[in-house]
C-alpha cells in the first residue's frame, strides 16, 4: 500500500468516526439540546444583568433613604428654632426671613428626594418582577433541558461501541501513514474539512486551479507527495 492510500484510508475512517459523531448532535433531541443550552446561556446573562441593576438600584434607594432622613431632621430642627425665634421679641424680619427660606430650601429638597424614590422604587419593583420571570422561566427550560439531555445521553451511548471500534480502526491506520505526511495532514485539517483533492482533466478539485504539468506527473507517479501550489491541499488521482 502506498503512502497516499493509506493517508486516504485513514482520511475516510476520519470522516466517518465525524458523520457518526455529527449524526448523534443532529438528531431531533440533539438540535433541542443545542437550542435549549443557546436559551439557557442567554437567561443566565439576563439574569446576572438584572441582579447587578437590583443591586445597585437597592444601593442607591437606600442612599435616597438616608439623605431623607437628614433634611428630615433638619427640618425638624429649623422649625425648631423658629418656634423659639417667633417668640423671641429681639428677633429681626432679617433673621425670620431666612430661616423661613431655609425651611423652603428644605422641602423643596425633599420634595425633590421623594419624587426620585417614587420613580427609583418603581423602577426597582419593575427590575425585581423581570428578574423573577427570568428566574421561573430559566427554571422550566433547565428542567426541559435536563430531560432532552437524558434523551441525548442515550443515544451518544447507542452510538458509542461504533464510535470506539472506528477510533481504534483509525489509530491503526495511523500507524500506516508516514509521520511527517500525517503532521502535514494535520495542519491542512485546520484549514480544510479535506485536506486532500483529487486531480481531475488536470486541476486540483479541492479550488478547481489548474496545475502545472511537473506537478500532474508526479501525482500521476504515485511515489512521491504532491501538493496544490494554490490551496495546499495533498494531491491525488
Excluded at 2 to 19: F, K, P, S, T, W
Excluded at 188 to 205: D, H, M, R, S, Y
Amino acid at each position: 500500500m502506498g503512502n497516499i492510500e493509506a493517508l486516504l484510508n485513514y482520511q475516510e475512517a476520519e470522516l466517518n468516526i465525524e458523520r457518526l459523531e455529527s449524526k448523534t448532535r443532529s438528531s431531533s433531541a440533539g438540535q433541542t439540546m443545542i437550542k435549549l443550552r443557546k436559551t439557557l446561556r442567554e437567561l443566565q446573562l439576563q439574569k446576572a444583568t438584572l441582579e447587578k441593576q437590583v443591586e445597585e438600584m437597592s444601593e442607591t434607594i437606600d442612599g435616597l433613604h438616608v439623605q431623607h432622613d437628614v433634611l428630615k431632621e433638619r427640618l425638624k430642627l429649623e422649625e425648631e428654632d423658629l418656634a423659639i425665634m417667633e417668640s423671641d421679641e429681639n428677633c429681626t424680619a432679617e433673621e425670620a426671613f431666612e430661616l423661613h427660606s431655609s425651611l423652603r430650601s428644605i422641602k423643596a429638597e425633599m420634595d425633590v428626594l421623594r419624587k426620585k424614590l417614587i420613580d427609583d422604587l418603581d423602577q426597582f419593583e419593575k427590575a425585581e418582577r423581570s428578574l423573577g420571570e427570568t428566574l421561573k422561566k430559566g427554571g422550566k427550560l433547565k428542567k426541559e433541558y435536563d430531560e432532552i439531555k437524558v434523551i441525548c445521553d442515550a443515544e451518544h451511548e447507542a452510538a458509542r461501541p461504533e464510535i470506539e471500534a472506528s477510533k481504534k480502526k483509525l489509530e491503526q491506520l495511523k500507524s500506516k501513514v508516514p509521520e511527517l505526511l500525517m503532521k502535514r495532514y494535520i495542519m491542512l485539517k485546520k484549514n480544510f474539512p479535506i485536506p486532500t483533492a483529487k486531480v481531475e482533466n488536470g486541476k486540483c478539485t479541492g479550488c478547481n486551479v489548474s496545475l502545472p504539468s511537473s506537478i500532474t506527473t508526479r501525482v500521476a507517479r504515485g511515489d512521491v507527495i504532491a501538493t496544490c501550489e494554490h490551496c495546499g491541499r495533498i494531491l491525488y488521482i
